[in-house]
Nanobody
Framework: QVQLVESGGGLVQTGGSLRLSCAASGQSISSYAVGWFRQAPGKERQVVSVITRIGRGTYYADSVKGRFTISRDNAKNTVYLQMNSLKPEDTAVYYC??????????????????WGQGTQVTVSS
């Protein structure tokens, strides 16, 4: 079983950048598609981005398209989310999730079996 640990969150000003990491342990993450999700206070957890097992397919929510980039380094067992031009509305707890089913159309919370504990991202105005 893969365990996922997110890191890289923090406090940043509007327009700033952060890079989140999702490190896997226990098994190779190369067998899993990975999604980044976020949950703002009082809101449902929603998909931000998805990457397929070998990284050929990616998906971005409209709200982050052009600002966020998902990538993976299977040799390092890590998936990244580069977040640029951050806005206050990006403030949320960010979670990475993994599942063996592969494809960019898996965007619902219940499409993913494995979840990290989350990392807080706060963007100040």
């Amino acid at each position: 079983q893969v365990q996922l640990v997110e890191s890289g969150g923090g406090l940043v000003q509007t327009g700033g950048s952060l890079r989140l990491s999702c490190a896997a342990s226990g098994q190779s993450i190369s067998s899993y598609a990975v999604g980044w999700f976020r949950q703002a206070p009082g809101k449902e957890r929603q998909v931000v981005s998805v990457i397929t097992r070998i990284g050929r397919g990616t998906y971005y929510a409209d709200s982050v398209k052009g600002r966020f980039t998902i990538s993976r380094d299977n040799a390092k067992n890590t998936v990244y989310l580069q977040m640029n031009s951050l806005k206050p509305e990006d403030t949320a707890v960010y979670y990475c999730a993994a599942d063996r089913q592969d494809g960019i159309y898996y965007r619902r919370n219940d499409d993913y079996e494995l979840w990290g504990q989350g990392t807080q991202v706060t963007v100040s105005s």
